[in-house]
């Protein structure tokens, strides 16, 4: 059964700095991995989706990337802003297309 | 339309009510899925549509739930004789392709419900 981790649950950071978020997935067979912004009390904001055949993808100051085989993706953010604060989710779609979920990790830009 | 639109955005009902809301995709988007979000947690998933038909609904915790979406566009999830337990956000998707190795799923800004 696939499995999602986000560590850490939260994280502060002066503005400014660049910063790498962790998310870590049991079983490989993937299809694409997905991450997420979600504001309080607000939807949830596709940022990347990679596919299973890529390693990375890049929109602006983001960068994600993804291991399959060391079931590792990770999230990094340049250049740090205030109007970056809020919760990063990732999101693994496996072989039943569901999206399997991690719980996320609350990011706090200190200004 | 230009993004995923739920409605209501909150819904404060008391316990026992019938409760309905409602989803609408972006146009030409095929797979429509609904999940749920309580505080601190992550989304979990309720049910999975494919055009017009369920094509997974084993995410819906009970028969009091229950989902339509009769011309594979607009889909009403429906929650009868509403228990306190059911209070969270809940978050409606679509995506083009429903199938697993394409699909990025965009979400509606969700409609938070709570029984009283």
């Known amino acids: 059964k696939q499995e999602v981790t986000q560590i850490p649950a939260a994280l502060s950071v002066p503005e400014g700095e660049n910063l790498v978020l962790n998310c870590s997935f049991t079983?490989?067979?993937?299809?694409?991995l997905q991450w997420f912004r979600q504001d309080p009390g607000k939807g949830l904001t596709s940022l990347l989706l990679?596919?299973?055949s890529q390693r990375e993808q890049t929109s602006g100051r983001l960068n994600a990337s993804l291991d399959k085989s060391s079931g590792r993706s990770t999230l990094y953010i340049a250049a740090s802003q205030p109007g970056d604060s809020a919760t990063y989710l990732c999101?693994?779609?496996?072989?039943?297309?569901?999206?399997?979920w991690g719980a996320g990790t609350k990011l706090i830009i200190k200004p | 339309g230009a993004g995923v639109s739920q409605t209501p955005s909150n819904k404060v009902t008391e316990k026992g009510k019938y409760v309905e809301l409602r989803c609408d995709p972006i146009?030409?988007?095929?797979?429509l899925y609904w999940y749920r979000q309580s505080l601190g947690q992550g989304p979990e998933f309720l049910i999975y549509?494919?055009?017009?038909?369920?094509?997974?609904d084993s995410g819906l915790p009970n028969d009091r739930f229950f989902a339509v979406r009769p011309e594979g566009s607009v889909s009403t999830l429906k929650i009868q004789r509403t228990e306190r337990g059911d209070s969270a956000v809940y978050l409606c998707?679509?995506?083009?392709?429903?199938?697993?190795?394409?699909?990025?799923?965009?979400f509606g800004e969700g409609s938070r419900l709570t029984v009283l």
């Open positions: 998707a679509s995506s083009y392709a429903g199938t697993a190795n394409t699909g990025e799923l965009f």
């Open positions: 146009s030409g988007h095929t797979a």
């Open positions: 549509f494919q055009g017009t038909g369920a094509a997974d």
């Open positions: 079983d490989s067979a993937i299809y694409n």
């Open positions: 990679i596919q299973s």
């Open positions: 999101a693994v779609k496996d072989s039943n297309y569901q999206l399997i």
